[in-house]
């Protein structure tokens, strides 16, 4: 079955960096675009960052353009986020998701988060 697994998050003071992993397994990684999202305490999840198939296209939320990377390795079945220059504002739950397509139908996935925390 499909499975995201993040790791990498943690504490880190404002100006750090970190640098997230999801490894994804159960389904043919290459062919799906893959997104990096966020959740702080009493808000919405919210997109962070997002990849297409083969690497080339990114987008990111304003909040974080400048500051923060994604990228994938599909040799390694692994998507990435490192981030830069982190702001408090910036604590949250880090989720990765897949959407895949199958017999017509589309399934989201969520991998089980990782807290990143930003506080001096």
């Known amino acids: 079955q499909v499975q995201l697994v993040e790791s990498g998050g943690g504490l880190v003071q404002p100006g750090g960096s970190l640098r997230l992993s999801c490894a994804a397994s159960?389904?043919?990684?290459?062919?799906?675009?893959m997104r990096w999202y966020r959740q702080a305490p009493g808000k919405e999840r919210e997109l962070v960052a997002a990849?297409?198939?083969?690497?080339?296209?990114?987008n990111y939320a304003d909040s974080v353009k400048g500051r923060f990377t994604i990228s994938r390795d599909n040799a390694k079945n692994t998507v990435y986020l490192q981030m830069n220059s982190l702001k408090p504002e910036d604590t949250a739950v880090y989720y990765c998701?897949?959407?895949?397509?199958?017999?017509?139908?589309?399934?989201?996935?969520w991998g089980q988060g990782t807290q990143v925390t930003v506080s001096s």
């Open positions: 998701y897949v959407l895949t397509f199958s017999d017509g139908r589309t399934y989201s996935y």
């Open positions: 990849i297409t198939r083969a690497g080339g296209t990114t």
């Open positions: 159960g389904f043919t990684f290459s062919n799906y675009a």
